[in-house]
C-alpha cells in the first residue's frame, strides 16, 4: 500500500508516522504556502497541489485524486477536516481505483444528515435527545413541538454542526424569530435551509465513544472521551476516560455506540458523541464518521494505534482485537496548542517560529506539525500541536500536564499555553466539576496572564532594566554619549527588537 | 555559549536610570554592570543579578536570593514583555529625561486616528472608502487569518483620510489599515 | 520537600520533571560551563559550584551540601554517575539534615565492593558466578581456582566496573600476567589493589532486575530489563522485557533479585545486574544503588514513575503497590543517544546545535539534556538524550523507534542517531538473537552509512551541485564573472560554510 | 518562509559545470537555474528539481519523479556533506577548471605534514617538543574530550617541525597541531 496523506499540520504528520512504522511509502500533498511544512519534509514524496487558500488546494479533490494517480499512491488518507467526512469524495475516490482510508460513502451519508442520522439511531435503540425526527414543513411543526416537549428547545439547522446553525430558545415569544434565523443561516452557510428542533438538555456534558469496526460486521469500542471543556463550541480540552463515567455507566455508553456504528454498516475508527445530562442520561448527538482530533488520549490510555487500526481495516483485515482484551489502563489529557493569543482575545497569531523547546520526558506526548524555525502560515487552523499528558492516575496526568506546558516554549508567536497551565490550577477543572459552558464562562471570570506573583514581577522587571541597559550600550555612539536614549528610539523603528 | 558575556569587557558602565511604570505603579530603577553581573535596583533596593541568553531568544535571570526564570523577551516601543513559562509581564520602562519631555506635554496622539492591524492575515473585505464618513463601532475592512475573521471596527466618529490597504493585502501585525480625520 | 539535584544533563532535568509535578521546589547546581544548560532553566533555583572539569564542581560534595544549605534544600537526589554511588558522599547528606533519595549508605557500601556483595548473595541464596569469595591473597590462589573451575576465566579488580579493571583469560600461560596488570591497574585506576577472579560465562546476556523498596522492609521488583546490547561494556540499547525472558524466568529472576535487595536492607530504587548463559542459568553481578540510566523502559512499560517512587520513599512512606499490582504491558526500547560521530570511530562530537527536531508523535519519549541552540560542552557525557519507544509488542517498537530515529534531526554536530537507524534494521537484532560481544562484532563487519540507495545517492549529487551553485551565484562579482569558483575556495577558508 | 526564491529573480542565469567525484566514479554535473525550479543534468540526463531551504539549516529536495528528501548541508572544502535521516553522502565536487590545474600538478600536499584535531576538546598533555624526531605511529599528544581520551599520533616519520598547541588548550575540530618537516 502507498499512501496519499490529504491533509497538513499535525494530522497529516501523525498518519505520515502511523504509514512509515508500518513501512508504508507516502506522498504529502501541499499548497504553495507548505512547501517546507513538516507533512511535506517528513514524507517520501510530495505533489503541490495548489495555491494557499485551502478551496484551492487542500479542498480540491480533483487535484488530489490527481496527485495519487501521478505518483501511483493506492490509497489515501483524509485526516480530519478537509474531505474527510465528505461522501463524494471518498466515492470519487472508489471510483478512481484508490482505497479510501475511512468508511464507506453510504455511512458517511447516513450520518452526515443530522435528521437521517436520528432516525436511523431511535431505529436501532440508541437513545436521542426527544426532538423532530424529521425537518420541519414548516414553522408550526416546531412550535407544537416545543409546546409539547417544553422550553427551553433548541433549533437546528439540519446540516448544520460545529455550533453553527444552531439557537437556544427559552420562551415561546423568541421561537418564530429563531426559526427564520436558522432556516436563513442554513440556506447561506449550508446551502440546505432544513431546520429542526430538539429538547434542550442544561449543564450537559459532551460524553464521546471511540468505535473501532471492520469490513466483516465486527465492532468494538475502546471506551469514553470527556470533550467538555469546550469554547465557542470547539473543544480544546479531552480526556480519556471521564471523571465521571464509570464502569457500569462505561459499559451502556460502548453497547449504546456499537449499536449505532452496526446501525450503518460502519468500518474503520470512528465517534459517536453523546450529550449527557446531570443525571447522568445520555443521548446521541452525532457521529464523525473519521479520525478525531482528540484521538491520542483514547490511544495512551489503550495502547492502541487508530491509525494503523484504520490503514489495516482499509485493506480488509479483520479487527485483531475483541471488547474483552481493550484494558483502559491510567489517565489522559490533551490541550490543542493553537498559534493564538489568550491575553487579547485568541487573536490568530501566525508567523516565525524563533525557538522551539518541546516538552518532552515521561508520560508526554506532542503531536506536533511545526518545527523550530518554521513560518506558521495565515491561511490555515492555528494548531500548531496536540499536547497528551498520561498519568497513572487523573491527578497524575494533570501535574504532568501543566509540568510540561511550562516546559514547552514558543518564541515569536503567541500560543494558547499560558490559558492551559492557568486552567490546569483550576479547582472546578481539577475536581472534574464542569459542563459544556464551563469554559466560557471561567474565560469571562478571570484575567488571563495578569497575576504574576511578587517575586516573578520583580525578576520580570530586572530581566526587562538589564536589557534595555544592554541595548542602550549597544547603540551608544561615542560623540553622542549623552543620547543614548533617543538612539534606541530609532532602532526601534526598524521594527521587532530582540536582543 | 552565546552570553551577553561575550561582548562585555570587566570594566565599568556608567549607571543607566530608568522609570518603570506597571499599572498604577512608578519605580525608579537604575542599572550597572559589574564584571559578568549586574547590580539593578528598584527605589533605591539594590540586588547582583545574573543574566544569561542562550541561542539568540532565550534568558535566564538569576536574582541574589537564587531564583532563576527562564523568559523570552519582546519589545514594543517602551513596554517590555517578558514571559514566563506561565505568563508575561509587561514591563513599561523610560528614560527620566523623555518623562519629562512627555510631561511638559507635545503631541499627544492618542492613537485613534491610526487603525492598526491586530494580527498578521489577509484583507478580505473593505466596507469603506476615503472620504466616507463613519460612526464609532461601525465596521471597516474585515480581517481574516487562520480561519477566523475579525471586523476591524472604527474606534471614533470620523471621515476616512486614507485608506492604506486593499482586499486581499496581506498586512503585518501593527501595520496601519486605515487613517481618520 | 525542597530538592537540590546534585547532577546535570538528562538525568537532572528528568529529576526536575518529577520533582515539578509532585510540586517540590528544585535548586539546579552547574559549572561554569552549564550555565545555560537546560537543567538550569528547567530549575526554580540554582547555584554554580565551580569551573568546568567534574572534579571541581559535580564532584564536589562540599560545595554542593554548601548549596543546599544556602538554598534551604531539605533533600538531595544524586541523580546515577558523579556522587551517586559514593556512601560518603549519602552519609554527608545524612550528617548535614538533608534527605539523600537513595538506599542508605551501608547499602551502598555493602554493594560497593565486589566481593563483599558476591559473598552477602551467596549468603542470601543468590546464584552468584563461581569464583572466589575474597580478593585473593596472591597468585597462587588465582590459579588454584582457575585450575579447578576451569578455563575460562575473569580475572576482575574488586572495586572495578563499567568494563574496566578486568581480564579474560583463556590459558594457564597467560593467568599470571593478566593478574599483575589488573593487580596494577586497579591500584592505580581505583585506589585499591585488591582482585578476584570468577568462571568466564561464554555467550552471555547482561539482565538486569529493576527492584524498589521501601523503609518498612518491603521489596518488589518492576521486572527485568534485556541490557546485553553493549559498545565496549557500555550498554546503548536496552529494552523492557527481555525477548528471552518468559513469565517463568522472570519470576524466578525476580524471586532472586527481591532476597538480594534484602540481603542489604535495600530501600529506593535499585538494579540487580545478572549475567545469563545460553542456558538461561542466571549469576548475580553487581547492584546499582541508584537510578539506572535506562529506568525509563521499566517505566513505559509499567506505568510507574521510578522517580517519584524515589521521593516517596526517601520520605519515608510505604510502597504503594504490592507485587500482584505491577503489570507489565508492551515493549519499550531505549537508544541512548550520544554526541558522536558513528562514522568516525565514534569520536566525540561536540559544539553547537544549529537546528534540532525531536521525534514526536504516538509511542515515543525523549528524555533530553538539551536543547535547540544549546552548545554541547566538551567537558562531560556525551549523552544528547534517551530516546525511548513503546508499542503493543517488541515488533512495534522497533519499529516506531526506526521511525523516531529518522524523525530525530540533529544539525551542527554529529551523533549516534545512523547508527542506531542501521541497527533497527538488523536481523540478529530484530530476533533477539545477540550476546554482549554482539554489539562490538557487528560494528567490525559493517561499514556505517557507506551504502545509500541509488537514488539517495543521486538525490545527494544533485542536492550538493545545487548548493555549490547557489553558493557560486551568491559570490560572483560583476567584474570577475569567469572566476566564480575561485571565490567560493576564498569563502572556504572563513570556516565552515553553511547556506 | 526563507526559501532560495526568495533571493532569486525569474531570469535565467548561466548553467554552471561541475565534476563530482564519488569513490571511483567521475560524473559530469550541469546546473542551471529557471523560475524557482533547477535543472540538473548528471552525465546529460536532465531533470528539473525543486530545492528549497528552511530556518536557514534544514533543506528539502524533490526530484523531477516527486520524490522528496530532507537533509542537512556541511562542506569541507570540495567535500559537500548531504545528511539525510539514515546517512550522509559525501559528494567531491570540483570545477572543471580546477580539476585541469590539479591534472598539471602543482603542491600535491596528501595533508600528512599537517596533523589536525579530528574532534573539539582540550589538549590534555603534550609527549613532544619541537625538533624531536617521531616515527610513525608515535603519539603526540594527548586530545580530551567528553570523559573520552583520544591520542593523537604521527602519520608518517618525520621531525616535529611546529607545535601549535600547548596543554590545557581548547581547540576545534580540523584546528591544525603539530606540523611536521
Known amino acids: 500500500m502507498k499512501v496519499l496523506v490529504a491533509n497538513r499540520g499535525e494530522i497529516a504528520v501523525r498518519v505520515i508516522r502511523a504509514c512509515r512504522e508500518l513501512g508504508y511509502p507516502t506522498v504529502a500533498v501541499y499548497s504553495e504556502a507548505d512547501r517546507v511544512a513538516l507533512h511535506v519534509l517528513y514524507a517520501d514524496e510530495a505533489v503541490e497541489v495548489g495555491p494557499p487558500p485551502s478551496r484551492e488546494s487542500y479542498l480540491r479533490a480533483d487535484r488530489i485524486i490527481a496527485a495519487a494517480r501521478q505518483t501511483g499512491a493506492t490509497a489515501i488518507h483524509p485526516g480530519y477536516g478537509f474531505l474527510a467526512e465528505n461522501a463524494d469524495f471518498a466515492q470519487a475516490c472508489t471510483d478512481a481505483g484508490l482505497t479510501f482510508i475511512g468508511p464507506s460513502p453510504a455511512s458517511i451519508r447516513a450520518m452526515g ?250 508520560g508526554v506526548r506532542n503531536d506536533n506539525g511545526v518545527y523550530n524555525g518554521f513560518t506558521v502560515p495565515i491561511f490555515y487552523d492555528p494548531m500548531l500541536s496536540k499536547l497528551v499528558a498520561r498519568g497513572a492516575e487523573r491527578a497524575e496526568a494533570i501535574a504532568r500536564m501543566k509540568r510540561a506546558l511550562q516546559e514547552y516554549r514558543v518564541e515569536g508567536i503567541d500560543t494558547t499555553i499560558p490559558f492551559f497551565t492557568m486552567l490546569m490550577d483550576n479547582d472546578d477543572f481539577r475536581a472534574g466539576r464542569f459542563d459544556t459552558g464551563f469554559l466560557d464562562r471561567y474565560l469571562k471570570s478571570v484575567e488571563l496572564g495578569r497575576s504574576a506573583g511578587e517575586e516573578q514581577e520583580e525578576a520580570a522587571i530586572v530581566a526587562a532594566a538589564i536589557l534595555a541597559f544592554e541595548e542602550s550600550q549597544l547603540v551608544k555612539l561615542p560623540e553622542e554619549s549623552d543620547s543614548s536614549w533617543k538612539r534606541l528610539g530609532r532602532a526601534e523603528a526598524t521594527g521587532r527588537w530582540r536582543p | 555559549m552565546e552570553t551577553p558575556r561575550s561582548r562585555r569587557g570587566d570594566g565599568k558602565v556608567a549607571p543607566v536610570k530608568l522609570i518603570c511604570r506597571m499599572g498604577e505603579e512608578t519605580r525608579e530603577i537604575e542599572v550597572s554592570r559589574e564584571g559578568s553581573d549586574y547590580s539593578v535596583s528598584i527605589d533605591g533596593r539594590a540586588q547582583v543579578v545574573d543574566l544569561a541568553t542562550s541561542s539568540g531568544v532565550l534568558h535566564s535571570i538569576k536574582l541574589q536570593n537564587g531564583r532563576q526564570y527562564m523568559f523570552g523577551f519582546h519589545r514594543e516601543g517602551t513596554k517590555h514583555e517578558v514571559s514566563f513559562a506561565d505568563r508575561t509581564v509587561i514591563v513599561d520602562l523610560f528614560d527620566p529625561l523623555s518623562m519629562k519631555r512627555r510631561r511638559s506635554g507635545d503631541d499627544g496622539d492618542d492613537g485613534s486616528s491610526h487603525v492598526r492591524a491586530i494580527m498578521p492575515g489577509r484583507v478580505s473585505r473593505v466596507h469603506v472608502a476615503t472620504g466616507d464618513a463613519v460612526r464609532k463601532g461601525q465596521g471597516l475592512l474585515i480581517l481574516e487569518a487562520m480561519k477566523m475573521e475579525n471586523e476591524i471596527v472604527a474606534p471614533r466618529d470620523g471621515v476616512v483620510a486614507e485608506l492604506l490597504v486593499h482586499a486581499g493585502e496581506a498586512v503585518e501585525s501593527g501595520d496601519e489599515l486605515v487613517r481618520l480625520e
Chains 1, 3 share one sequence.
Open chain 1, 113 to 362: 444528515s443530522k435528521t437521517e442520522s436520528r432516525q436511523r439511531m431511535a431505529a436501532a435503540g440508541v437513545p436521542t435527545v426527544p426532538g423532530l425526527m424529521d425537518a420541519a414543513k414548516n414553522y408550526e411543526e416546531i412550535e407544537a413541538f416545543a409546546l409539547q416537549a417544553g422550553f427551553p428547545v433548541m433549533v437546528k439547522a439540519s446540516a448544520g454542526g460545529g455550533g453553527k446553525g444552531m439557537r437556544l430558545v427559552e420562551r415561546l415569544e423568541e421561537l418564530r424569530g429563531a426559526f427564520e434565523r436558522v432556516q436563513s443561516e442554513a440556506g447561506s452557510f449550508f446551502g440546505d435551509p432544513a431546520v429542526y428542533a430538539e429538547k434542550f438538555i442544561a449543564s450537559p456534558r459532551h460524553i464521546e465513544v471511540q468505535i473501532l469496526g471492520d469490513m466483516h460486521g465486527n465492532v468494538i469500542h475502546l471506551g469514553e472521551r470527556e470533550c467538555t471543556l469546550q469554547r465557542r463550541h470547539q473543544k480544546v480540552v479531552e480526556e480519556c476516560p471521564s471523571p465521571v463515567v464509570g464502569p457500569e455507566l462505561r459499559a451502556r455508553l460502548g453497547d449504546a455506540a456499537v449499536r449505532a456504528a452496526k446501525a450503518v454498516d460502519y468500518y474503520s475508527a470512528g465517534t459517536i458523541e453523546f450529550l449527557m445530562g446531570a443525571d447522568s442520561e445520555f443521548y446521541f448527538l452525532e457521529m464523525n464518521t473519521r479520525l478525531q482530533v482528540e484521538h491520542p488520549v483514547t490511544e495512551e490510555v489503550t495502547g492502541l494505534d487508530l491509525v494503523k487500526q484504520q490503514l489495516r481495516i482499509a485493506q480488509g483485515e479483520a479487527l485483531g482485537i475483541a471488547q474483552d482484551q481493550v484494558v483502559l489502563r491510567g489517565h489522559a489529557i490533551e490541550c490543542r496548542i493553537y498559534a493564538e493569543d489568550p491575553f487579547h482575545g485568541f487573536a490568530p497569531s501566525p508567523g516565525l517560529i524563533r525557538q522551539l523547546i518541546v516538552p518532552q520526558g515521561p
